[in-house]
């Protein structure tokens, strides 16, 4: 296991002052220290200004709770800027501390903190809980039964078997639409969930839409424009935010300006893909898929059409009357990407400037299906749908043992045997050089419509554990709809189920814990935004503590049974269980915990109480452990 009391830090509140400053800005940062870990005869706050070293002198303000908080002022001189901290003992050593943990040598600058001086995400990013709706499968209004299939469609009744294999799998056709899914948002107000991510619904020749023929209007099958503006308005009514699904690595095959430059060189929009030959007959597709033509970003006329500016397609679906409230980017890893062309800091720029511009309270998300670090730094998304740093270790701690399982596309053949600390050490390596404030906005998914269902491969009793922690560590938790019904999926077109609304009574229960986690997510302060600390880390479990001034949140995952204490001063104050079913007890030199397994488990604890920002180090006394 980890050892629970070390030296902390992280972008929090408790240890940032503004996580939204302004170029030029002074920022106070502090570093904690446990007296178990001995006392530091200065700590120095290393910054890299242009890249070039600099050492800051921190004061230590405050003894609290067996820990002392040392503070120190930075300028903000670049839009991301990085630090880290060196303690300096009497006894000769020197430690590092930095995202991925305490070194004992020196660190590289790609694991340092970073404040961010770009513009800031919505406020209301880092405290939703997503539900993720794969229009298609969700629902079917009785306005639907009027509309006839598409000559591309395989018509299926809602009760029928997906098809996941073979050329049938994008042709199966059920119907659902943008009003189905607002006769059911009662559904998603009951769960408690704040924010609807829909799929794309632009026309297309395919269930998944995402090989768009246009961007300029809402698939007449889904209900066309005034579906979507309707949906909308009903959801904000309710306080849920929605966001929209673009492609901007690619469109269909038969998109209107792939049609119009297929075989014409001498078209506009010929430069808004890459041709293998001079006819243009040849192209590069996304994988080779031949119905997905890839866009080339080299092209000032797409961006000018898609991305940039109030007449973009960005922009279009967020203004009025549409009033989407942010984007999810698909196969954003890509986009931009082909050869010797890297524009993806380009194209996520100025989707992010278009959107600030429009309308700045929304939020943009990307696909990036691996390690997310280079690409989301703060320039441009707010956040990664990404499988690296939560879904695929959570899996391998969880699932069954060698059950077979495409593990989104790992080349496995089994879902890899794992134990907490290779989950721990997986999570704190794909997020150690992520910035704190984008952290909170990657998604915390346990499945979505690219994958098997989580509950398909899990062990026995796995639900809530996983469940729980998507809704406890840093992000932004997800539901794919029907993993509340109890729904399984062997692949990702498996996973896409038509919604059993017949069978709300039966998953009564599994709907009320969802509902149940997402209430613990939505009602604590310390989850929405507050710093995280791990406090224990072993092979069956897992602690850690969500920290803030109004509160403290513990929380205990297990995939067995455990007895364990943790040491006087990894958490502080009378614990009050407000989840689950785990025992706390305070022992002699600490707290046991005790508890079955699987199971989850969350603790209310009192918040952490410090002096204001810019104390001019001045030590305030207050008991120890």
């Given at each position: 296991m980890i050892e629970a009391l070390l030296p902390h830090h992280d972008g929090s509140p408790l240890h940032v002052s503004?996580?939204?400053?302004?170029?030029?800005?002074?920022?106070?940062?502090?570093?904690?220290?446990?007296?178990?870990?001995?006392?530091?005869?200065?700590?120095?706050?290393?910054?890299?200004?242009?890249?070039?070293?600099?050492?800051?002198?921190?004061?230590?303000?405050?003894?609290?709770?067996g820990w002392d908080w040392w503070e120190a002022v930075v300028e903000v001189e670049n839009l991301e800027y990085r630090y880290r901290f060196l303690l300096v003992f009497d006894d000769g050593r020197r430690e590092w501390l930095n995202a991925g943990g305490l070194h004992v040598i020196e660190t590289r600058d790609s694991e340092d903190f970073v404040l961010l001086a770009h513009?800031?995400?919505?406020?209301?990013?880092?405290?939703?809980?997503?539900?993720?709706?794969?229009?298609?499968?969700?629902?079917r209004s009785a306005l639907a039964e009027n509309r006839e299939p598409p000559e591309w469609a395989e018509p299926a009744q809602w009760g029928d078997d997906v098809v996941h294999v073979g050329p049938s799998t994008p042709l199966q056709y059920f119907g659902g639409d943008l009003r189905g899914v607002e006769e059911r948002l009662d559904h998603l107000a009951r769960l408690g969930v704040t924010m609807l991510y829909l799929t794309p619904v632009f026309p297309a020749r395919s269930n998944h839409r995402y090989d768009a023929l246009s961007f300029d209007a809402v698939d007449p099958l889904l209900g066309g424009d005034e579906a979507l503006?309707?949906?909308?308005?009903?959801?904000?009514?309710?306080?849920?935010?929605?966001?929209?699904?673009?492609?901007?690595?690619?469109?269909?095959?038969?998109?209107e300006w792939f049609r119009a430059s297929h075989l014409t060189p001498s078209a506009p929009e010929s430069e808004f893909y890459y041709w293998l030959d001079d006819e243009q007959r040849s192209y590069v597709s996304w994988l080779g898929v031949a119905?997905?033509?890839?866009?080339?970003?080299?092209?000032?006329?797409?961006?000018?059409?898609?991305?940039?500016?109030?007449?973009?397609?960005?922009?279009?679906?967020?203004?009025?009357?549409?009033?989407?409230?942010?984007?999810?980017?698909?196969?954003?890893?890509?986009?931009?990407?082909?050869?010797?062309?890297?524009?993806?800091?380009?194209?996520?720029?100025?989707?992010?400037?278009?959107?600030?511009?429009?309308?700045?309270?929304?939020?943009?998300?990307a696909e990036s299906t691996n390690d997310a670090t280079a690409d989301f730094q703060g320039d441009g998304w707010h956040g990664a749908m990404t499988y690296a740093n939560f879904t695929r270790p959570v899996w391998a701690w969880l699932s069954e043992p060698g059950r077979p399982s495409s593990y989104f596309g790992l080349p496995f053949g089994t879902i890899p045997a794992s134990s907490g600390k290779l989950l721990h050490d997986a999570h704190v390596r794909f997020t150690s050089g992520i910035p704190w404030r984008v952290r909170l906005h990657n998604m915390n998914a346990l499945d979505t419509h690219d994958t098997p269902r989580f509950r398909?491969?899990?062990?026995?009793?796995?639900?809530?554990?996983?469940?729980?922690?998507?809704?406890?560590?840093?992000?932004?938790?997800?539901?794919?709809?029907?993993?509340?019904?109890?729904?399984?999926?062997?692949?990702?077109?498996?996973?896409?189920?038509?919604?059993?609304?017949?069978?709300?009574?039966?998953?009564?229960?599994?709907?009320?814990?969802?509902?149940?986690?997402?209430?613990?997510?939505?009602?604590?302060?310390?989850?929405?935004?507050?710093?995280?600390?791990?406090?224990?880390?072993?092979?069956?479990?897992?602690?850690f503590v969500r920290e803030a001034a109004e509160e403290s949140i513990l929380v205990v995952a297990a995939r067995d049974g455990y007895d364990l204490v943790l040491p006087a001063c990894a958490v502080a104050g009378a614990p009050e269980r407000i989840f689950g079913s785990a025992a706390a007890l305070a022992v002699h030199g600490g707290l046991r915990l005790t508890g079955a397994g699987p199971s989850f488990t969350a603790f209310a604890l009192p918040g952490v109480v410090l002096p204001a920002f810019g104390g001019n180090g001045i030590k305030h006394a207050s008991p120890g452990c």
């Open positions: 503004n996580d939204a400053p302004g170029l030029g800005e002074a920022v106070a940062v502090r570093v904690r220290v446990p007296h178990a870990h001995g006392s530091p005869t200065s700590v120095l706050v290393r910054s890299n200004p242009d890249a070039e070293p600099r050492f800051t002198a921190a004061a230590m303000i405050t003894t609290a709770g513009p800031a995400p919505p406020k209301w990013g880092r405290s939703s809980v997503m539900y993720q709706v794969f229009p298609d499968r969700f629902a503006i309707s949906l909308v308005d009903a959801a904000h009514a309710r306080g849920l935010t929605v966001i929209g699904d673009l492609t901007a690595n690619h469109s269909g095959d038969a998109h119905s997905l033509p890839k866009f080339n970003w080299n092209s000032r006329e797409l961006r000018t059409r898609f991305i940039e500016g109030e007449g973009s397609v960005v922009a279009k679906w967020l203004a009025p009357p549409y009033n989407l409230d942010g984007w999810r980017i698909d196969v954003a890893n890509m986009t931009g990407r082909h050869r010797s062309d890297d524009l993806n800091e380009v194209v996520r720029r100025i989707i992010r400037q278009t959107m600030i511009e429009v309308n700045p309270d929304t939020l943009l998300i398909t491969h899990a062990i026995e009793g796995a639900v809530p554990v996983a469940f729980g922690l998507s809704v406890t560590l840093p992000g932004i938790p997800v539901v794919f709809a029907g993993a509340e019904f109890g729904l399984g999926g062997d692949d990702g077109e498996h996973s896409r189920t038509p919604m059993p609304w017949d069978g709300l009574e039966e998953a009564k229960d599994s709907i009320d814990l969802y509902a149940a986690l997402i209430r613990l997510r939505t009602a604590h302060p310390a989850l929405n935004g507050g710093g995280m600390r791990w406090v224990h880390v072993g092979d069956d479990v897992l602690a």
